[in-house]
Structure formats: C-alpha cells, structure tokens
C-alpha cells in the first residue's frame, strides 16, 4: 500500500480539504486526487462523499483515518528508535502540557523524577489549545490536560487529579468572604475569560444554565496571565485553583463556584506506546503531585470546596 497515499489521506481528514492536503505534501491538487482516488481502489473503501468541490469522510473513512494514524504513528517512530539505539544515546521522555498546569503540575512533577532520574533527557513543550491537533499528531510520551478535544482514538487517558471550580479574585474583593458565588454574582464585576479551550465552554455553559449573560471585560489567552490580571484590575477569573497556587496563593480568593462543579486533568499516552519503566515512574511522579495539589486545595478551601463539589460530582455519575 502506498505511504504517500496514507498520509495525504490524513492531511485531508486533519485539514478539510483536497488542496490544504495536496498543499501539506507539495503536490497538485490534481495529483493528489489521483493518489486519493487509488487509495479508494487499493482499499475497496468510499472514504469520502463528494458534493462539487469538498470532500465528507463518510463513516468508513472516519473509522479508517483513526486507524491510518496509529499505525503511521508507529511507522514514523522506528528512525527515530534506530537513529537512537545506534548512537547510544540517553533515554528521552517528551512531555506535553498546557500553561495552566505547567507551573503548578507538570515542572513540580520533573523535579520530583530527576531526583531518581538524573540522566533522563527531557524534552518538555507548552501547548496552546489551538495546538493540541498538531502535538498529538506529533510524538510524545506523556501529556496532561482536561479531555482532548480532537484525535481521541490515537490516545489513552486515565483521571489524574479533580479540582472545584472557583471564583479567583483578590482579598480584599468586594466577595471574597462569600462561602459561595453564582454566575448573578459573578456578572455583576469585572470579568476575566479565557478565548478558546474546555475552561470557556464550562464558563459560557455556567452562566447560560442560570440564564445570566455572559459578557466579560477582559479575556486572556492563558489561565496565567488572566489570574495575573485578576490582582492588576480587580476583577474576577473562573477557573481551578492550580494557578493562584502556583503564582501565590496568600495573594487570593478563593471561592467556589455554585452550583459545585468539578474539573478533571488526565494523563494521555499515545495507544501505541508501551509503558516502559521511565514512562511509569513518570506518572508515578504526576499522581504524587496531584495528591500535595489535593490536600494543599482541601486546606484552602476545606469542605466547603472539594468535599462537596466532590459529593455533588459522585451523586451525578451515580444516576
């Protein structure tokens, strides 16, 4: 079968076009479409529908891209093996995270493995939501994040940590000494909201569920810059609580969010990767981590955070 086919196959899937695929491999939009079509004949497969000039994965493509990709994924990893193994090189552990979780998650956990892993290369890459497409089509051994948003079929994820929602402001706000706020609460100050990503939708879904509007005053393409401007302009950030502790947590308040919502960090592996012993120890370090979060969180907020947005949590998955 032709690799060259396989992959402009992908780049089509990944890129919604013929020509942004053709583009990706420098060829013409005439050529590929001849590749396209024999891939179809050497398959048997319809992978797409045609409608004038766009393409529609039919059901079949959809089910063949995810399998296309794992297999190339592991097609694409042996000369980086060979070239490893023939220079004798260190082992090397890439990992993958957001800015939200890099501060107060993922830099604490590298600490903790150097310390019996000194000789461990480490090849570490902050992500922006909008690239988590391109990352987890590149190769890596462990990321953390909420759930990801494409590709899911070509990684494996397992709960890493669970955090309430809080309203992040500073001391001495006007509601800091609330026990709790709603989004009415909330909307009445300054507002602080990420662009894009799981944290906005949540937001958005929030305040449209207590049918207030949501129209912030600032928004902020990180979780780190945004809490950074929660003590400059005295406005409110809804979030998780990892952040303000990694910034400071004497320098704000925390106050959780009702109705009580809970948000979860995941481990991903790719599903071809196995677990080798460096990859283990890893995970082994994050969940030691997350459990200094948990208590460090659980003394911040006491039971009025975690225990019972936990218990609200639990009651939701048990019916």
Avoid: W
Wanted: charged content about 20%.
């Amino acid at each position: 079968m032709n690799i060259q086919a396989i992959r402009l196959f992908l780049h089509v899937m990944q890129r919604g076009s013929l020509a942004a695929g053709a583009q990706q491999l420098n060829m013409s939009a005439s050529a590929a479409s001849r590749l396209l079509s024999g891939l179809e004949r050497t398959t048997g497969l319809k992978l797409f529908s045609r409608d004038g000039h766009s393409l529609r994965p039919t059901t079949e493509g959809a089910q063949y891209f995810n399998e296309c990709h794992r297999v190339l994924v592991a097609v694409d990893e042996l000369p980086r093996v060979a070239r490893q193994l023939a220079s004798g090189a260190r082992s090397r552990l890439r990992l993958v995270c957001g800015s939200r979780l890099a501060n107060s998650l993922m830099i604490p956990a590298i600490g903790r493995f150097v310390k019996k892993n000194p000789d461990v290369e480490i090849d570490f890459h902050l992500a922006q939501v909008q690239e988590i497409d391109r990352i987890i089509s590149d190769r890596f051994d462990i990321a953390i994040g909420a759930l990801l948003p494409v590709m899911l079929p070509v990684v494996v994820g397992s709960p890493l940590l669970e955090l309430p929602t809080v309203a992040v402001m500073r001391c001495d706000h006007a509601l800091a000494r609330r026990p709790f706020v709603r989004a009415a609460d909330i909307a009445a100050h300054r507002l602080i909201a990420t662009t894009i990503g799981p944290i906005r939708n949540d937001l958005e879904q929030m305040f449209h569920s207590e049918g207030v509007e949501l129209h912030p005053q600032y928004t902020a393409n990180s979780i780190d810059h945004g809490c950074h401007l929660v003590l400059q302009a005295d406005a409110i950030m809804v979030t998780d609580p990892l952040v303000p502790l990694a910034i400071n947590a004497k320098l704000f308040a925390l106050v959780p969010v009702k109705p009580f919502r809970m948000m979860q960090t995941s481990i991903f592996t790719p599903v071809l990767k196995g677990e080798s012993r460096l990859i283990a120890e890893f995970k082994l370090a994050l969940r030691e981590e997350a459990r200094t979060i948990e208590k460090r969180v659980a003394l911040l907020l006491g039971n009025s955070g975690t225990t019972r947005a936990r218990r609200v949590t639990e009651k939701k998955k048990a019916r």
